[in-house]
């Protein structure tokens, strides 16, 4: 059973009510984040129940010394974690000298949770009685800023609803925080100076080992039915802790308002010496712009966000509001400002898989971004990876590699493996083909191809030497072979031939082959320069080209499909509609040993290769795959659904697009797999972006233009979006009835739909 807690809005998540069972769930579900830093859905009072705390720092992160029962050469020394920051937005609040704890209180009331994604802000509202009988109202409402990357704000009020009260508000700075994700419980920050200065206070601190200078800021003022109460606080310090105390009465009826601003500077971004004086700026200017003020212009900044990356459907709320709530947290996430950073799996929201970047990034992300932003900001998460080279030749070198083959990473923070689970590191070799396949992907989108002489070729190059020393000749099949690897389905590891790696690599090694052809030709200068750091020879490049044309590939004639490796037909194929329900999900009911014995599939393996290249085959054989593997399919993976329903929606199997379309969108929403309360699936939620564009839009570059072939749901009344294509804007509309498309722009455009050759002029509607 899903959870069902949350209220279809088209444009807020909304709980009502509250629930202790609820809190962990609602922290990660109402996460903000503004690119620069995020933080769970904590309460700012008190609360003695159970509850994950959580507030991050983009590009901060500990180097957690791996944990394994047993070493292995090559074995990545630490699991990069993103640290649980110093907390900013407390506040205790005591009521006639009781503590404000919702676990504790007598009654809770009117409890309102309301993440409003249009303007980007976060409110909670209740009524509560606490042991000693007072009664009270309290409506917090937060944010942070856009404008301001380093700021967060919060307005605390509390309107006494029996009689007058005794109030005092603590806000508060602790960097006494522990990560709830540690290998060895190691001491994260060291915490050098803690100081209260009137209305503010400051908390300078370092990480262990990494050495990241941070300033953890405070401003607060007090407010009496919204005029400002002229008082100074009486401030409280301790070894890691520094709060501010007001005191005051308040009638029955009366509202008083803490209003807050906290955030960090760092020193990824200013000098260590400074970080005080550059919290000062900011509070400067946040005082200067006042709550409201900020409030506002948040609202303006979030209206241009969704000017561009907007889905609507129209004719079901819970759809619109799956889309919404991932366009959201992937905004939230990652901006495009900063070409150091990139998209963790739970983004700000949680600290499962350590905060780093993943496959899922090429793979899944740079689309949204391409096409939802400026084309620069893919160009960013392109040039992360050049950034890392050196890093993964290294990473190569450490498993036995050489002569510049490079393997870039599982997870890094900073181009180092990180990743410390062995069947991953060592064996889920894939990645280093979604790594490529982003350079091509960005190119054929863009039209950019600047991008590969001044780096891409040297990362192609890395990652063919890789190819052509990975594989092995097999003398019994006369073929080169791939060993020991892991899919995308991790379900299956240790295994040899798997297709979707095999068909990877050769596909890298002959684009690499191509690109070198065509950079030769036309970057003469690049080519010299690449051909003399990189010491490429004619005779590598022959190697690769014989490898390339004699990689095997498992493949059943009884089936008619390529095998996913080479023995899955020995497993015994039972089908997951005739699993007992009662043992899913399998990767929570079963043994490790049964799952690898077991047929089944996490997410699309043989499939995601149907997917990327889709071109490569026909719609037949992409019917025939789909059919032998989606009914082993469990889908535990996030990165599942959003695969199968646009291969669904390409079939014209509108309701198993669409059944699919709901799984990934409310994947955290519904809590599918029992996991949310770790943290949201921020990758996975570009995948729905695309089950939406690539899926039911049919988006597609085809011979170096837009193509489509749109379908929608027969539950939806329409649906439209917005894409950013060469620097130019198209939305498309679809119904039942007919497909628009309006082009912004100066020159007209022709596209492909349903095939047929379509010219768009600008500001003019086009119908088919």
């Known amino acids: 059973m899903n959870q069902d807690y949350i209220i279809a809005d088209e444009w807020a998540i909304i709980e009502e009510g509250f629930e202790r069972e609820r809190v962990e769930s609602s922290e990660s579900l109402f996460s903000l984040g503004n690119g620069a830093m995020g933080q769970r859905a904590n309460f700012e009072e008190q609360y003695t129940g159970q509850t994950f705390q959580g507030s991050y720092i983009a590009g901060v992160y500990y180097p957690d010394k791996t944990r394994v029962g047993w070493w292995k050469n090559g074995y990545p020394e630490y699991f990069a974690k993103v640290l649980n920051a110093p907390n900013w937005i407390g506040i205790n609040v005591l009521v006639d000298g009781e503590p404000l704890d919702l676990n504790t209180c007598k009654a809770v009331e009117h409890y309102r949770r309301e993440l409003n994604m249009r303007e980007g802000w976060y409110r909670r509202s209740f009524e509560a009685t606490l042991p000693g009988g007072a009664r009270i109202a309290v409506n917090a409402t937060r944010f942070l800023s856009f404008e301001l990357d380093e700021l967060g704000a919060i307005s605390y009020e509390v309107t006494p609803l029996r009689g007058e009260v005794s109030l005092e508000f603590t806000p508060y700075l602790d960097s006494g925080i522990t990560n709830e ?4 419980d190691d001491k994260f920050w060291n915490t050098t100076d803690v100081i209260a200065d009137g209305k503010q206070a400051f908390i300078k601190a370092h990480t262990m080992k990494t050495h990241f200078d941070t300033c953890t800021y405070m401003q607060s003022r007090l407010f009496l039915q919204g005029k400002e109460v002229s008082q100074e606080p009486e401030p409280t310090k301790e070894a890691l802790w520094v709060g501010h105390t007001y005191k005051t009465k308040v009638k029955k009826g009366e509202r008083a308002t803490l209003q807050k601003f906290g955030g960090y500077t760092v020193s990824r971004n200013h000098d260590p010496e400074t970080l005080m004086d550059a919290a000062r700026k900011v509070m400067k200017k946040a005082d200067e712009i006042g709550f409201q003020g900020l409030l506002e212009r948040q609202a303006q900044a979030w209206a241009e966000i969704w000017e561009m990356s907007d889905i609507t459907i129209e004719g079901d709320v819970r759809a619109q509001q799956g889309i919404r709530f991932n366009i959201f947290h992937l905004n939230q996430t990652y901006t495009g400002k900063d070409s150091r950073l990139n998209i963790g799996p739970k983004g700000f929201t949680g600290e499962k898989y350590g905060g780093s970047t993943y496959w899922d990034t090429e793979a899944y992300c740079i689309p949204f971004y391409m096409a939802t932003k400026d084309q620069e ?49 060592f064996e889920e070799i894939h990645r280093n083909g979604a790594i ?21 070729l040297e990362v192609l190059i890395g990652i063919a030497r890789f ?18 690897v892991t899919g995308p389905n991790e379900y299956e590891n240790n295994v040899n031939n798997n297709w979707y790696t095999n068909y990877l690599a050769q596909w890298c090694l002959r684009y690499t082959l191509e690109q070198l052809l065509k950079v030769k030709d036309g970057y003469r200068e690049e080519y010299d320069r690449i051909i003399g750091h990189t010491k490429l020879t004619e005779k590598e490049t022959s190697a690769w080209k014989k490898v390339a044309d004699n990689l095997y590939f498992p493949y059943s004639e009884e089936h008619g499909v390529y095998l996913q490796q080479d023995n899955f037909l020995d497993k015994e194929l039972i ?26 599939i996490k997410q699309a393996d043989t499939l995601q290769g149907f997917y990327i290249f889709e071109d490569h085959f026909t719609l037949e054989e992409l019917e025939r795959h789909f059919d032998f593997y989606e009914p082993f399919t469990v889908h535990e993976s996030s990165l599942s659904p959003c695969v199968h329903s646009i291969q669904a929606a390409k079939l014209d199997r509108m309701e198993q697009a669409y059944t699919f379309y709901l799984r990934t969108s409310r994947l955290d929403l519904d809590d599918y797999n029992k996991e949310v309360k770790e943290g949201l699936h921020i990758t ?17 570059i085809l011979n170096d233009k837009l193509s489509f072939t749109p379908r929608i749901p027969k539950n939806w009344k329409s649906y439209s979006f917005k894409i950013n294509f ?3 804007i198209l939305k498309v509309t679809v119904s039942h009835q007919k497909t628009s498309f309006i082009l912004d722009g100066k020159e007209e455009m022709s596209i492909r739909v349903n095939g047929e050759r379509l010219v768009l002029k600008p500001q003019l509607m086009a119908e088919v």
Not at 378 to 392: G, I, S, V
Not at 397 to 419: I, Q, S, W
Request: proline residues 3%.
């Open 684 to 700: 996975s939620m570009a995948g729905t972006w695309m089950s939406i564009v690539e899926g039911f839009g049919g988006m597609r």
């Open 181 to 184: 994700d540690s290998n060895w």
């Open 467 to 484: 190819w052509k020393q990975r594989a092995t000749f097999s003398e019994h099949k006369k073929k080169y072979v791939i060993l020991g």
């Open 436 to 456: 490529a396949f982003a350079i091509y992907n960005y190119y054929r989108y863009t039209g950019d191809y600047s991008y590969i002489p001044e780096m891409g």
């Open 377 to 425: 900001v893919a160009r960013k998460l392109l040039k992360y990876r050049f950034n890392h080279l050196d890093k993964a030749i290294e990473n190569a070198r450490k498993l036995g590699f050489k002569d510049g083959a490079a393997l870039y990473p599982m997870v890094t923070m900073n181009g180092e493996e990180c990743h410390n689970e062995w069947e991953i590191t």
């Open 726 to 728: 060469r620097h130019r």
């Open 575 to 600: 089908t997951v509609e005739n699993l007992d329900k009662s043992q899913r999900p399998i990767n929570q009911k079963w043994s490790w040993d049964r799952i690898l014995r077991s047929p089944y």
